[in-house]
């Protein structure tokens, strides 16, 4: 059975950075592509950033171009979400979407909190 596990989170002031990562695992599949998305309390899971694996074709979302980048898809079906000069509203939990044969597998997320 597939399993998608976050991890990275933590509590940091606003500017400073952290990597999350997103590990894959019970599949003989490679990950295809991969997405990370947010949900903060009360609020709508929104899109932050994705990677076709096949092409390397990046998107993001508007409120974080320029400060969070989303790497490649290694072999062993990890990838990584970069943020840099966090802020307060980047509070949330991150949630990874890793497409296996056609579907995405989620996994429970990791919790960022950015505060003073």
């Known amino acids: 059975q597939v399993q998608v596990v976050e991890s990275g989170g933590g509590l940091v002031q606003p500017g400073e950075s952290l990597r999350l990562s997103c590990a894959a695992s019970?599949?003989?599949?490679?990950?295809?592509?991969m997405a990370w998305y947010r949900q903060a309390p009360g609020n709508r899971r929104e899109f932050v950033a994705a990677i076709v694996g096949s092409t390397g074709a990046l998107s993001y979302a508007d409120s974080v171009k320029g400060r969070f980048t989303i790497s490649s898809i290694a072999a062993n079906n990890t990838g990584y979400l970069t943020m840099n000069n966090l802020k307060p509203e980047d509070t949330a939990v991150y949630l990874c979407?890793?497409?296996?044969?056609?579907?995405?597998?989620w996994g429970q997320g990791t919790q960022v909190t950015v505060s003073s």
């Open positions: 979407a890793a497409e296996l044969d056609y579907r995405n597998c």
């Open positions: 019970g599949s003989t599949l490679r990950v295809s592509n």
